[in-house]
């Protein structure tokens, strides 16, 4: 199937007509999870990996270790959100950079909030002027915080489960507060703050703000809306006097001149979520995967061979690592005295050890959690050795090191074969033996911006991009369990469906917030070709980690379709599915409302206000508990969060669901 990278010729447009591919989806941002099993062959599964050196080592797949579609370049720069739990929040130094005195100041983000609590703070100053907040009613206002005084919106709502651009912007002395690019209040003073203090995204001291934040920017000295206007379409830059410019990367960084550090507070998460249409698409050249760990017994392995070691000479090591807990992890180790062994030590530090013997190098920033970081440790003339965290040796340090490394089993992702498992993904992971690719005399290196690929002397090479069944959207990795596998016949559209046997297949996924609705409008869609029809229920789809909470389960029993959540069915579909044929579902949220569509035809609604969320994992297939497996066929299946894409009788699909 063709991949156009954003850019749509006619060429290109009729080529993806003729392979029966959407070309464009207006929706296609609030897609949060999209499979559609046109990967790599008829059987295939997730759990075959492969090095892509020249060498092409056999990888053994230990444990549930899986692969997919996240990557640190799954989303272009600028595209990307960070998510808060409602206590999480980033905060700056104090500076004066963010003391305006009388002059105009903007401060702007794109909010997506999950829950309506009351006070949430968008942006909170250490001296509480100049603050935003959301007062979240059931219409929803955005109070200005003016000092001791609240100025308190009316008229614009800030709406919960979709992306709103708040702007606070000072001109002349004046403040104007705009909701998606309409005035929603104005106030003609404001203190004039000339101290420096520092600001808190998503709040720093209490009524956090929960939900996604998107392209935050703050501008001294600058009014950037003046009168209404339409919100940005694409990710905002560093203009002129860009003090602060962040939550769109895939990694906690600031954009501006200044590249300050944050103070993480409570496990923010860098997300493959935003307001911008995406402009990618998943290819394996430019997007590549990750390695998905679970913690417990998941690990790779390779025999031991002299080229997976440094030995005496120069060398370079480089990955990408995006961990989901704290604490010690392994992510490269040669189990064998002066084996070669690279970890997050117990106080999150990153280390370089000369294995059973000694410390090389520690580093001096904590590894990140929830969020990509790229490392780099390499070796160069005269035994000069450094790491690069994000670039930077400051963050992990230099040392010579005149080890000669010894071969022996490599493990990724585990201490040898047992402990310290690595709790995460890995992407872009290699290994050059004979070349200091980066010159260790440079304190800074260019962050890559692609995936690795195989140069001179490469020996291992591992981009995790042979996932037969991934998320199209690449947000999601998701594990094969059983046989569940790629099939090339049948399929409804593209070049394979998802096959589960019945007995033991289902899908696990992991990245649990981006199919949590709350209470807001939703999607799941898809083609589904059942096997069998049994009059026991068969689970499609399940959100929950027990029999009763709010997570939800799209499933089948007697052809019949229902949602079970909050320990009750929710829905029942008025008419019923058949088996060996394929049928085109829809469950749908709008305002409110649920409704069930088979073929495009409105088979019963119901009203149902209450919170859907993803508390555990998300099981395709099989319910939170393995069981009630579904046997069939699926393709094309699509959740759409934040969007009721349909409202009445509607025609199924006629080709395959965009990627873009």
Known sequence: MPQYNGVWTLEAQAQAQSNQQWVTDPNFKNTTLLLQADGTGS?????????????????????????????PFSQAPGFWSNYFNGSSYLQTPSSTNYAFGTGDFTIEAFFFPTATTANLRLFEFSDNNDNVGANTTSTGTITYFNGSTNTVSTGLPFTANQWNHVAVVRSSGTVTVYVNGTSALTQASTPNTTSARSVGIAGISNTYFPGYVSNVRILKGTAAYTATFTPPTAPLTAITNTQLLTCQSNRFVDNSVNGVSFTIGSAPQVQAFGPFAPALQWTPDVVGGSGYFDGTSDYLSLASNANLTPASSTYTFECWVYRTASGAMTIWDTSVTNGFYIHINGSNKIVLRSYGTADIITSSLD????????????????????MWINGSSTSGGSATDSTTYVAATTYIGIY???????????????????SDVYGVSNSTITIPTAPPT???????????????????????VL???????VSTNPVKYGSGSMYFDGSGDYLIGRSTDLLSFGTGDFTIEMWINPSSIPASDRVIMDTRSSGSDSGYTPYINGGTLKIYSSA????????????????????????????????????????YTGSMTCPGRITIAAGFDNAANYSGFIDDLRVTKGVARYFTNFT??????PRQ
């Open 43 to 71: 059987g295939s599964q997730n759990q075959t990996f492969l090095d892509g050196s020249t060498n092409n080592f056999f990888i053994t797949r230990n444990g549930n270790t899986t692969q997919g579609s996240f990557s």
């Open 367 to 386: 590894a990140p959690v929830n969020a990509w970081f790229n490392l780099v440790v390499a070796r160069g003339a005269a035994n000069s050795t450094k």
């Open 416 to 434: 040898d074969g047992s402990t310290v498992p690595l709790t995460g993904y890995i992407a872009g992971m290699r290994l050059v033996k004979g």
């Open 454 to 476: 195989a140069i001179t002397n490469t020996q291992f090479l591992a981009n995790f991009t042979n996932a037969g069944i991934y998320d199209g959207k690449m947000g999601n």
């Open 479 to 485: 594990e094969t369990v059983g046989n569940a596998q």
């Open 568 to 607: 009750a069915d929710r829905i029942t579909s008025t008419s019923t599915i058949a088996a060996n044929v394929w049928s085109h579902i829809a469950f749908v949220r709008a305002s409110g409302t649920l409704a069930i569509y088979i073929n495009g035809v409105q088979s019963g609604t119901a009203a």
């Open 652 to 657: 199924p699909p006629q080709q395959a669901l």
